[in-house]
Protein backbone atom coordinates (compact mmCIF):
# COMPACT_ATOMS: atom_id res chain seq x y z
CA UNK A 1 0.00 0.00 0.00
CA UNK A 2 1.24 3.83 -0.86
CA UNK A 3 0.38 6.48 2.06
CA UNK A 4 -1.46 9.32 0.33
CA UNK A 5 0.53 12.46 -0.88
CA UNK A 6 -0.53 15.73 -0.35
CA UNK A 7 -1.68 18.21 -2.98
CA UNK A 8 0.43 21.64 -3.43
CA UNK A 9 -0.26 24.11 -0.67
CA UNK A 10 0.13 27.66 -2.58
CA UNK A 11 -1.57 31.09 -2.09
CA UNK A 12 -1.05 31.90 -5.92
CA UNK A 13 -4.29 31.41 -7.59
CA UNK A 14 -2.92 31.73 -11.36
CA UNK A 15 1.04 32.12 -13.10
CA UNK A 16 2.91 34.74 -11.34
CA UNK A 17 2.72 38.49 -12.00
CA UNK A 18 6.68 38.60 -12.01
CA UNK A 19 7.10 36.08 -14.34
CA UNK A 20 7.04 37.61 -17.24
CA UNK A 21 9.62 40.04 -16.64
CA UNK A 22 12.03 37.29 -15.27
CA UNK A 23 12.08 35.69 -18.24
CA UNK A 24 13.04 38.84 -19.99
CA UNK A 25 16.04 39.41 -17.84
CA UNK A 26 17.30 36.10 -18.11
CA UNK A 27 16.92 36.32 -21.84
CA UNK A 28 18.89 40.02 -21.65
CA UNK A 29 21.18 38.48 -19.26
CA UNK A 30 23.10 35.43 -19.16
CA UNK A 31 24.22 33.73 -15.29
CA UNK A 32 27.47 33.95 -15.16
CA UNK A 33 28.11 31.67 -11.66
CA UNK A 34 31.19 30.06 -10.93
CA UNK A 35 31.48 26.35 -12.27
CA UNK A 36 31.23 23.75 -9.21
CA UNK A 37 34.62 21.48 -9.83
CA UNK A 38 32.43 18.59 -9.04
CA UNK A 39 30.50 19.39 -12.08
CA UNK A 40 33.48 20.20 -14.56
CA UNK A 41 34.87 16.65 -13.91
CA UNK A 42 31.81 14.73 -14.03
CA UNK A 43 30.52 16.75 -16.95
CA UNK A 44 33.73 15.34 -18.80
CA UNK A 45 33.74 11.97 -17.59
CA UNK A 46 29.83 12.05 -19.18
CA UNK A 47 31.15 13.56 -22.25
CA UNK A 48 33.80 10.76 -22.63
CA UNK A 49 30.99 8.38 -22.19
CA UNK A 50 28.70 9.74 -24.61
CA UNK A 51 31.69 9.92 -27.39
CA UNK A 52 31.88 6.09 -26.93
CA UNK A 53 28.05 5.78 -28.12
CA UNK A 54 28.86 7.60 -31.09
CA UNK A 55 25.62 8.07 -33.36
CA UNK A 56 22.79 7.34 -30.55
CA UNK A 57 20.73 10.23 -30.00
CA UNK A 58 20.81 11.61 -26.52
CA UNK A 59 18.27 12.16 -23.83
CA UNK A 60 18.84 14.31 -21.00
CA UNK A 61 16.82 13.04 -18.08
CA UNK A 62 17.07 16.52 -15.26
CA UNK A 63 16.77 15.83 -11.86
CA UNK A 64 16.52 12.27 -12.10
CA UNK A 65 16.63 11.64 -8.28
CA UNK A 66 16.98 8.08 -7.52
CA UNK A 67 17.62 7.31 -11.82
CA UNK A 68 14.60 5.00 -11.69
CA UNK A 69 13.46 7.14 -14.49
CA UNK A 70 16.75 6.88 -16.01
CA UNK A 71 16.80 3.28 -16.26
CA UNK A 72 13.15 3.23 -17.53
CA UNK A 73 14.31 5.63 -20.37
CA UNK A 74 16.76 3.49 -21.60
CA UNK A 75 14.71 0.67 -21.27
CA UNK A 76 12.17 2.60 -23.41
CA UNK A 77 14.57 3.87 -26.23
CA UNK A 78 17.17 1.42 -26.30
CA UNK A 79 18.82 2.51 -29.06
CA UNK A 80 19.32 6.37 -27.29
CA UNK A 81 22.11 7.53 -24.79
CA UNK A 82 20.21 8.48 -21.42
CA UNK A 83 21.92 10.27 -19.22
CA UNK A 84 20.27 10.84 -15.81
CA UNK A 85 21.51 14.07 -13.35
CA UNK A 86 20.99 14.81 -10.11
CA UNK A 87 22.98 16.85 -7.47
CA UNK A 88 22.42 14.11 -4.26
CA UNK A 89 25.00 11.33 -4.14
CA UNK A 90 22.60 9.96 -1.68
CA UNK A 91 19.33 9.83 -4.04
CA UNK A 92 21.60 8.42 -7.11
CA UNK A 93 23.55 5.59 -4.57
CA UNK A 94 20.12 3.94 -3.82
CA UNK A 95 19.72 0.80 -5.27
CA UNK A 96 17.41 0.12 -8.30
CA UNK A 97 18.75 -2.78 -9.95
CA UNK A 98 21.85 -2.70 -12.59
CA UNK A 99 22.09 0.67 -15.21
CA UNK A 100 21.84 -0.89 -18.80
CA UNK A 101 24.66 -0.38 -21.18
CA UNK A 102 23.00 2.76 -22.56
CA UNK A 103 22.23 4.25 -19.44
CA UNK A 104 24.44 7.06 -17.10
CA UNK A 105 23.83 8.46 -13.54
CA UNK A 106 25.76 11.51 -13.34
CA UNK A 107 26.18 13.76 -9.78
CA UNK A 108 26.61 17.05 -10.67
CA UNK A 109 24.86 20.70 -10.23
CA UNK A 110 22.36 21.06 -13.08
CA UNK A 111 22.56 24.68 -13.88
CA UNK A 112 26.23 23.92 -14.15
CA UNK A 113 25.33 20.90 -16.43
CA UNK A 114 23.75 22.43 -18.66
CA UNK A 115 25.67 25.49 -19.14
CA UNK A 116 28.67 22.99 -20.04
CA UNK A 117 26.40 20.70 -22.14
CA UNK A 118 24.96 24.16 -24.59
CA UNK A 119 28.94 25.28 -24.70
CA UNK A 120 30.19 21.89 -25.57
CA UNK A 121 27.39 21.71 -28.70
CA UNK A 122 25.10 19.08 -27.16
CA UNK A 123 21.60 18.15 -29.04
CA UNK A 124 19.15 16.19 -27.16
CA UNK A 125 16.90 14.63 -28.61
CA UNK A 126 14.58 14.18 -25.76
CA UNK A 127 15.08 16.64 -22.40
CA UNK A 128 12.97 15.19 -19.12
CA UNK A 129 11.92 17.49 -16.22
CA UNK A 130 9.98 15.14 -14.05
CA UNK A 131 8.40 16.35 -10.98
CA UNK A 132 11.11 19.40 -10.19
CA UNK A 133 10.59 20.90 -6.78
CA UNK A 134 7.43 23.08 -7.23
CA UNK A 135 8.35 25.61 -4.64
CA UNK A 136 5.03 27.09 -4.07
CA UNK A 137 5.55 29.58 -2.42
CA UNK A 138 5.07 32.81 -4.40
CA UNK A 139 8.56 34.55 -2.84
CA UNK A 140 9.90 31.70 -4.43
CA UNK A 141 9.11 31.69 -8.39
CA UNK A 142 13.16 32.53 -8.68
CA UNK A 143 13.43 29.28 -7.76
CA UNK A 144 11.13 27.37 -10.55
CA UNK A 145 12.80 26.51 -13.82
CA UNK A 146 10.57 29.07 -15.84
CA UNK A 147 11.69 31.71 -13.01
CA UNK A 148 15.36 30.80 -12.87
CA UNK A 149 17.93 32.42 -14.72
CA UNK A 150 19.12 29.67 -16.34
CA UNK A 151 15.81 29.05 -18.62
CA UNK A 152 17.34 30.05 -21.84
CA UNK A 153 19.91 27.38 -21.37
CA UNK A 154 17.04 24.58 -20.65
CA UNK A 155 15.15 25.93 -23.91
CA UNK A 156 18.29 26.50 -26.23
CA UNK A 157 19.59 22.41 -25.81
CA UNK A 158 16.37 21.85 -28.00
CA UNK A 159 15.27 18.71 -28.59
CA UNK A 160 11.64 16.83 -27.52
CA UNK A 161 11.06 19.23 -23.79
CA UNK A 162 8.80 17.24 -21.70
CA UNK A 163 8.07 18.69 -18.15
CA UNK A 164 5.77 16.53 -15.84
CA UNK A 165 4.79 17.77 -12.50
CA UNK A 166 1.31 17.25 -10.04
CA UNK A 167 0.71 21.36 -9.76
CA UNK A 168 -0.74 22.38 -13.03
CA UNK A 169 0.17 25.95 -12.20
CA UNK A 170 3.64 24.61 -12.38
CA UNK A 171 3.21 23.35 -15.84
CA UNK A 172 1.24 26.64 -17.40
CA UNK A 173 3.48 28.85 -15.92
CA UNK A 174 6.42 27.27 -17.96
CA UNK A 175 4.29 27.25 -21.04
CA UNK A 176 3.73 30.32 -20.89
CA UNK A 177 7.51 30.97 -20.61
CA UNK A 178 8.36 28.99 -23.48
CA UNK A 179 6.23 31.03 -25.63
CA UNK A 180 7.99 34.19 -24.32
CA UNK A 181 11.39 32.99 -24.80
CA UNK A 182 10.50 30.96 -28.38
CA UNK A 183 7.71 31.59 -29.80
CA UNK A 184 6.96 27.65 -29.77
CA UNK A 185 3.77 26.96 -28.11
CA UNK A 186 4.13 23.87 -25.42
CA UNK A 187 1.46 21.97 -25.15
CA UNK A 188 -0.39 21.42 -21.64
CA UNK A 189 -2.28 18.30 -21.01
CA UNK A 190 -3.45 15.82 -17.67
CA UNK A 191 -1.55 12.57 -17.68
CA UNK A 192 -1.95 9.03 -16.97
CA UNK A 193 1.50 7.01 -16.30
CA UNK A 194 1.01 4.76 -19.18
CA UNK A 195 2.14 0.93 -17.65
CA UNK A 196 5.16 1.56 -14.84
CA UNK A 197 5.67 5.34 -13.98
CA UNK A 198 8.23 6.90 -14.56
CA UNK A 199 9.26 8.37 -11.08
CA UNK A 200 8.77 7.23 -7.37
CA UNK A 201 6.97 10.82 -7.39
CA UNK A 202 4.63 10.14 -10.42
CA UNK A 203 3.59 6.27 -8.85
CA UNK A 204 3.17 8.21 -5.40
CA UNK A 205 0.79 11.23 -6.87
CA UNK A 206 -0.82 8.64 -9.18
CA UNK A 207 -2.14 6.27 -6.38
CA UNK A 208 -3.34 9.11 -4.44
CA UNK A 209 -5.51 9.87 -6.84
CA UNK A 210 -3.95 13.12 -8.25
CA UNK A 211 -4.33 15.04 -11.54
CA UNK A 212 -0.73 14.83 -13.18
CA UNK A 213 0.56 17.70 -16.04
CA UNK A 214 2.41 17.40 -18.82
CA UNK A 215 4.09 19.73 -20.66
CA UNK A 216 5.62 18.78 -24.11
CA UNK A 217 7.08 21.14 -26.83
CA UNK A 218 9.55 20.53 -29.82
CA UNK A 219 12.70 22.45 -29.46
CA UNK A 220 15.29 23.62 -32.20
CA UNK A 221 18.89 23.94 -30.73
CA UNK A 222 19.62 27.54 -30.21
CA UNK A 223 22.13 28.83 -28.57
CA UNK A 224 21.13 32.22 -29.88
CA UNK A 225 18.54 32.03 -27.19
CA UNK A 226 21.51 33.02 -24.64
CA UNK A 227 23.36 36.27 -24.56
CA UNK A 228 27.40 35.16 -26.53
CA UNK A 229 25.80 31.99 -27.62
CA UNK A 230 25.83 30.02 -24.66
CA UNK A 231 29.52 30.67 -24.27
CA UNK A 232 30.80 29.84 -20.59
Not at 1 to 12: E, F, G, L, P, Y
Not at 119 to 124: H, K, L, N, S
Not at 149 to 170: C, D, H, K, M, Q
Request: glycine share 8%; proline share 9%; with cysteine.
Amino acid sequence: MHASSRSIDTKQSGPHEDLARRVARALEHPLRKPMAEHTWTAFREARTWLADRSGMPLILDSGCGVGLSTRRLAACFPDHAVIGVDRSESRLSREHGPLPDNALLVRADLVDFWRLALADGWRPARHYLLYPNPYPKPAHLKMRWQGHPILPVILALGGRLELRSNWRLYVEEFALAVVQATGYEAQVISHEPDGDPLTPFEQKYHVSGQTLWKLAVELPHDPGLVPGGGEM
